[in-house]
């Protein structure tokens, strides 16, 4: 069930440094099932969980051995475009045989991930993915255990351990967004977590799937969500049904209760993200809870756990169209943004100290997890506010949200993250500089 973690390589205790090596490797995924050929790092599915507090240096030496050149973007990051792993703006691609060093402080205290920002759907797709928990030192004592859940799929033939071909099915998956076809909590179909009684869980969850999005129930029981992509939203929320889409985190507490020596399941519950979602596709068991024979115990009543986030507002703020929808007809599907596809796309200007207010459009008959590198938004009547990078934008649905952009001048990237529609076009760029005088 814990994730794989790093040797630290440097002493002082501000400083997490590390090696990374991006490798092929044969992993078992369930009870007897080796998948071969999965992308990982250091061999580890998902990646290795990296841990610091707020402050901290980080420093990942890349070692790309894989047969496709690779980056490292670091989802969530608010940090220095050189180091957001987008080749052509942030860096070249970092090809076979060769490395590259990323460092730079951690600015936020969450869960964050890292994965490669280059052939994205089909690397991430391999198994290219891992956590980063930045944790708040002065944050109070929640008497939870706690447990960091990286949610992903696979799609491998389970007799032969064969992956499948990222571009299998054609424009119809790719319009859809390929999911794999064996569920992953941590790497590991159908995990086991052994918990007690009454005594509360923190779990914080990643959805590092390249299209799937997990919506989770655990009958009997609720989710208290503390906090979302940027860390503790401004006060805590119940949910019967937890929704984490592509790219998003979720933090949340959950008191297991029942009879020691029983067994719950978590579950992932199909969500309507368009057609094919949800017809003919059934409830699956995503991850057990083992209620050990411990005598079941209460756990203390929370601390309060507010956060003051100053809200955005639209007044004053520049008003930014962004039309998710398809272009072209004929030849492979192309995916756009305002009628453009990534490629074609001119950069959106923006000014370091401007509030930018984008009133995202979705044309399609298909969800989008849309998601902005670099800074976070607040959703427009978002209650309570929180801090994202990826918001989903239901089918033919309208979300705005208002992002107000610091001193880090540089190319950043928003798109789908659905990663197939992000590499059939839906990307975009925001072209962030100095107030011309
Ligand atoms: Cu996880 Cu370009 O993003
Ligand atoms: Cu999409």
Redesign the pocket.
């Known amino acids: 069930m814990a994730l794989a973690e790093v040797l630290d390589l440097d002493p002082n205790p501000y400083v997490l440094e590390l090696n990374l090596t991006a490798r092929t490797s044969t992993v078992e995924v369930g009870p007897g099932v080796f998948a071969r050929g999965v992308f990982t790092y250091d061999g580890a599915l998902p990646g290795p969980l990296l841990r610091a507090k707020r402050g901290d240096r980080l420093i990942v030496h890349l070692h790309n051995e894989l047969p496709w050149p690779t980056t490292i973007?670091w989802?969530g990051l608010r940090i220095p475009v050189e180091m957001d792993g987008v080749p052509g703006h942030s860096q070249p691609e970092v090809e076979p045989g060769q490395s590259f060093t990323y460092h730079f402080v951690l600015p936020d205290a969450g869960l964050f991930w890292y994965?490669p920002?280059v052939r994205s759907a089909a690397e991430v797709g391999f198994g290219l993915y891992g956590a980063l928990l930045v944790e708040d030192p002065t944050e109070p004592d929640l008497s939870a255990d706690e447990l960091v859940l990286v949610l992903s799929d696979l799609a491998v033939d389970v007799e032969t351990g064969e992956l499948f071909s990222p571009e299998s099915g054609g424009d119809l998956a790719t319009l859809f967004g390929r999911e794999g076809n064996v569920l992953l909590v941590n790497g590991r179909s159908r995990p086991v977590l052994h918990a007690r009684v009454g005594r509360r869980q923190r779990w914080r969850i990643v959805n590092a799937a390249k299209s799937r999005y997990f919506q989770l129930e655990l009958p009997g029981h609720t989710f208290t969500q503390l906090g979302a992509d940027g860390g503790l939203l401004a006060r805590p929320v119940e949910h019967e049904r937890l929704v984490i889409v592509p790219?998003a985190r979720a933090d949340v507490l959950v008191t297991p209760r029942g009879t020691p020596g029983e067994t719950l399941a978590l579950r992932w519950v199909p969500y309507d993200r368009g057609f094919g979602s949800v017809e003919f596709r059934e409830i699956e068991d995503l991850m057990y809870v083992a209620l050990d024979e411990r005598v079941p115990v209460e756990s203390p009543p929370l601390p309060p756990l507010e956060r003051e986030i100053e809200p955005l507002s639209t007044e004053r703020a520049t008003p930014i169209e962004l039309r998710l929808g398809q272009v072209g007809s004929g030849g492979t599907l192309t995916l756009s943004i305002n009628e453009q596809p990534s490629w074609d796309a001119d950069p959106i200007p923006a000014f370091i100290g401007e509030t930018q207010h984008l009133r995202i459009t979705n044309e399609l008959s298909w969800a989008h997890p849309f998601?902005l590198?670099g800074f976070f938004f607040q959703v427009v009547g978002e209650e309570p506010l929180a801090w994202r990078d990826t918001v989903d934008v239901p089918l033919l649905a309208k979300v705005e949200v208002l992002v107000r952009y610091d001193d880090r001048p540089g190319m950043w990237?928003f798109?789908c993250?659905i990663l197939d529609h992000a590499d059939a076009g839906m990307m975009g760029m925001i072209a962030l500089e100095h107030e011309p005088h």
Request: no cysteine.
């Open positions: 973007h989802h994965h920002h790219g998601h590198h990237m798109h993250h």
